[in-house]
Structure formats: C-alpha cells, structure tokens
C-alpha cells in the first residue's frame, strides 16, 4: 500500500515569513495529491490540490510542487499570516481508487 | 455543517460498551469514509464504502463495525473490543469518480 511520510511535525514561523512543509509517498501509481488545513477545533478542509500532470500550482499566497521522480510534494506558503495557523495534512490518492493516505500532519504556528 | 453532519459532537463510554457514531450527509455522495485522528499520526482509515451495502475495511477496522444500508447514511460501532477507543472520529464523503472529500464536524469519544 501507499505510506505518505510528513515533516515536519511542528512549524513555527514569524507572521509575513513564508512556510514549507514537505510530504513524500511511497507509490509511484499516486496521481492525485490533496493539502488539508484543520484549524482548531474544526473539520479538515481542502486548500489545495495537485495532479501528477502537473509540476507546480499556485493559488494566491499558497502553492504546491510535485516531484513525480523523487516521488515528493510541497506546500509553501508566503507571507504567512496568523490565520494560517493550523495543522496542515497532506495525502496521496490514485485517480481511479477511492483510498486516500495522509501524512501525520503538521503543526503551523505563525507569531504575529 | 456543509452537508455532513456527524453525532454526537463529544461522547463518554465506559469500558466494555458498544458505542455508535452517526454520520449523515445530503450531498449525494456516492462514498463515505471514516477516519480516527489520534496527536501525531494523523488521519487513519477505519472503514470506507463505495455503494450501499458494500464497504471495505481500512487499515485499523479491528474493533469498528460499520453498515451502509442507506446511500446517506454510515454509521460507526465502536465495540469493546476496540483497544484504546478514545479519539476523535471523523466521517468524510465524496462523489464517485471525483477526488475531493469533505469531512464532517467529527465526533469525540471518551473512553472512561
């Protein structure tokens, strides 16, 4: 099966400082890659998503790259801002499946 | 509760009891999925259903039960058998053939 490794674990950066956390999976047959932001207390909610079609994309301050060779993918975030704060979970899923692996998530804390 | 909604939100069981979690959703989702989230590990796949009257276990279903007997509906049993059953539960759907999930509030049980 699929193993999605996350790192790291707790992140702490100054408020406007940019923020990168790295996921890599296991199965080269994974083509679609989620990033999930739970803030405190709340559901997970999709921010982003990457197909392998696909080096890089971006979305206002957020982007995600996919390395498909070295089978890993980023989430960078630039000028970070307090409500960024979360915890930030990335996953692997094939097209075709139904199964999605998460990594163990990130801890973000950004210092105003 | 962006059409997923799951009860109860917070749940205390003593040990030895059978629990059951609900989780309902108006979407028309096609597959529904349960996840426990424990500190540090992340989201981990307990059951999943594609179809009524079909699901498949996950990779830690030891001590869960689930039914789909209803496309909107996929209730969680948490027996006694489960080890350590205090967690927080989270349900998720999504449309066949689509990638993205959408969770619910979670649920939060207490082992006493």
């Known amino acids: 099966g699929e193993n999605v490794e996350q790192h790291p674990s707790t992140l702490s950066v100054q408020e406007g400082d940019s923020a990168v956390i790295k996921c890599t999976y296991s199965?080269?047959?994974?083509?679609?890659f989620p990033w999930y932001k739970q803030e405190l207390g709340k559901r997970p909610q999709l921010i982003i998503d990457?197909?392998?079609?696909?080096g890089e994309k971006k979305d206002q301050r957020i982007a995600v790259t996919l390395n498909k060779t070295a089978k890993h993918f980023s989430l960078h975030i630039t000028e970070t801002q307090p409500e960024d704060s979360a915890v930030y979970f990335c996953?692997?899923?094939?097209?075709?499946?139904?199964?999605?692996?998460f990594g163990t998530g990130t801890s973000l804390t950004v210092i105003p | 509760d962006g059409g997923i909604t799951q009860s109860p939100k917070y749940l205390f069981r003593k040990e030895g009891q059978n629990v059951t979690l609900s989780c309902e959703q108006n979407?028309?989702?096609?597959?529904m999925y349960w996840y426990r989230q424990d500190p540090g590990q992340g989201l981990r796949l307990i059951y999943y259903s594609q179809i009524v009257n079909d699901f498949q276990k996950g990779d830690i279903a030891e001590g869960y039960s689930v039914s789909r007997e209803k496309k909107e509906s996929f209730p969680l049993t948490v027996t006694s058998a489960q080890k350590n059953p205090t967690a927080f539960y989270l349900c998720a759907s999504k449309l066949s053939g689509a990638n993205v999930l959408t969770f619910g509030a979670g649920s939060r049980l207490t082992v006493l």
């Open positions: 199965d080269s047959a994974s083509n679609y």
């Open positions: 996953a692997a899923s094939k097209n075709t499946g139904n199964q999605f692996y």
């Open positions: 990457i197909r392998s079609n696909v």
């Open positions: 979407l028309n989702h096609d597959a």
